[in-house]
């Protein structure tokens, strides 16, 4: 089952970056308010200046916060973004950080890293590098390298959460600071009432707030704090009969 999602994810992903995003994923303005990618991506927080400043094509619209409105990235720094896609997060953090840090994006699907790497062509940026890696089995970066890990909606794509947090607390240095959006739900599902298709737009693989909190200490995270949590849906609607809702978590090693 897990390489069989795992298939399915980098095909609706390659599908999105070669078609846009004309499908749910996990943005909820796109998926029902026909919003394009840039005004649904500033209804979860991104700034139209910020949005303007990067290359248009790095906006898919595919993630539910915003999480490097909490990073406090400084100059210097060594960010990775975990499930980059296009080059949207990259890009603006590589406005942060500066000529003397470094962005790096780390995405397992070809077409997405293609893309990412056309962007910074494009655009000139020259503290930028995407990387090919499966974030649950090895993230391609140094043990203890990283200033700071963002990752927005993609962890919950995952089929063991546990290992992608591990993974991550592998590259922190120490006091390094990983900062994250993610989907959570009030039910998990049995293995066996999995749907692909909903785990790929970011729902049957969701877990609840405690479950997701437990698999971030287990990495071996102490300090944690939940800094964002609203509804998914407005007005709390559910989906399938799981109420699901949106975290802006950080944690530090």
Avoid at 4 to 33: A, H, L, R
Avoid at 42 to 66: M, R, T
Avoid at 125 to 135: L, P, Q
Wanted: hydrophobic fraction near 35%.
């Amino acid at each position: 089952m897990e390489n069989s999602i795992k298939e399915d994810i980098k095909k609706k992903y390659s599908k999105i970056v070669m078609s846009g995003n004309d499908d749910c994923c996990c943005m909820p303005g796109e998926c029902n308010t026909g919003d394009s990618p840039v005004d649904a991506t500033k209804l979860i927080g991104y700034n139209q200046e910020d949005l303007e400043s990067i290359p248009q094509e790095a906006i898919l619209g595919v993630g539910c916060g915003a999480p490097l409105n909490h990073a406090d990235l400084r100059e210097g720094e060594i960010v990775v973004d975990l499930g980059s896609g296009a080059g949207i997060d990259i890009f603006l953090a590589s406005k942060r950080v500066r000529d003397s840090g470094k962005a790096i994006g780390i995405d397992m699907t070809d077409q997405m890293l293609e893309k990412a790497r056309e962007n910074a062509s494009k655009g000139n940026y020259s503290n930028v590098e995407f990387r090919k890696g499966d974030i649950e089995e090895n993230i391609p970066v140094n043990h203890n390298s990283v200033d700071a890990v963002i990752s927005n909606c993609v962890i919950n794509l995952t089929t063991n959460k546990t290992e992608s947090f591990k993974e991550v607390f592998r590259i922190l240095k120490s006091n390094g600071r990983m900062v994250i959006s993610d989907l959570i739900t009030d039910v998990e599902l049995p293995e066996g009432e999995v749907n692909s298709d909903q785990w790929c737009e970011c729902i049957d693989g969701a877990l609840t707030k405690e479950n997701y909190l437990s698999c971030i200490r287990q990495a071996g995270f102490e300090k944690i704090e939940v800094l964002e949590e609203r509804a998914y849906m407005e007005g709390g609607e559910k989906i399938n009969g799981r109420k699901i809702s949106s975290l802006v978590i950080r944690a530090i090693k």
